[in-house]
Each structure stands twice: as structure tokens, then as C-alpha cells.
């Protein structure tokens, strides 16, 4: 059974940058594909980025491409979201999660989660 666990949230400016990391274990790392997603209060869980086996596959939410990087290291099994130039709206409970699906963007069809980690963005 794999497990995740999210670290790196935190309060920060708006402006600022934060970066999230995801540590897998009891399972085969290179073999999922991992994503990043967030929650805020009151609103749906939402897609944010994702990455294939090889990290050549790299896929993001409008609403963060070209601010939030996806990056992961199959070695250290980890999988990182670097995000920059944060912004208020950016303000949610943040979880990785992985899948056995390419290009999928749907919370269902990602099959283990982390317990997520708290970013918060101030004005």
C-alpha cells in the first residue's frame, strides 16, 4: 500500500514562493504517475499539476502554469511542486496523490492521497 506525505506548506506574501514536497514509500515510485491537488474551504478538490513516469509528461491547471513547477526525483521517490509568485487564491489544504492513468486530471482517478499540507497566502 503506497504512502504519501506532503511537507513545505506554510504562510507566506503574496509574491512570494513556497515549495511542496510529497514522499512516497511502500510502493513503485517510477511506475505512477503523481499529482498535485488543492482544496479550499468550501470548494471542490481541484487539479493542479501532474507528471508523468519519466517526467517528460508534464501537465497544469491554467491557473498556475507559469508560476507552479512539477518536478519529481524517482531516486528519493518524491515529487515536488515548486510555486512561485503566489497569490492570495492560491490559499487551500494542498495533496499529492498518485494514479496508474496518463493524463488524467480527475481526483477519482487518482487512487492513493496524502493528508495534505496548508498553504496560505496573505494580501
Known amino acids: 500500500q503506497v504512502q504519501l506525505v506532503e511537507s513545505g506548506g506554510g504562510l507566506v506574501q503574496a509574491g512570494g514562493s513556497l515549495r511542496l514536497s510529497c514522499a512516497a514509500s511502500g510502493g513503485t515510485f517510477n511506475r505512477y504517475v503523481m499529482g498535485w491537488f488543492r482544496q479550499a474551504p468550501g470548494k471542490d478538490r481541484e487539479f493542479v499539476a501532474a507528471i508523468s513516469w519519466t517526467s517528460v509528461g508534464l501537465f497544469y491547471a491554467d491557473s498556475v502554469k507559469d508560476r507552479f513547477t512539477i518536478s519529481r526525483d524517482n531516486f528519493k521517490n518524491t515529487v515536488y511542486l515548486q510555486m512561485n509568485n503566489l497569490k492570495p487564491e492560491d490559499t487551500a489544504v494542498y495533496f499529492c496523490?498518485?494514479?496508474?492513468?496518463?493524463?488524467?486530471?480527475?481526483?477519482?482517478?487518482?487512487?492513493?492521497w496524502g493528508q495534505g499540507t496548508q498553504v496560505t497566502v496573505s494580501s
Open positions: 496523490a498518485k494514479t496508474d492513468t496518463y493524463r488524467s486530471r480527475s481526483p477519482g482517478a487518482f487512487d492513493a
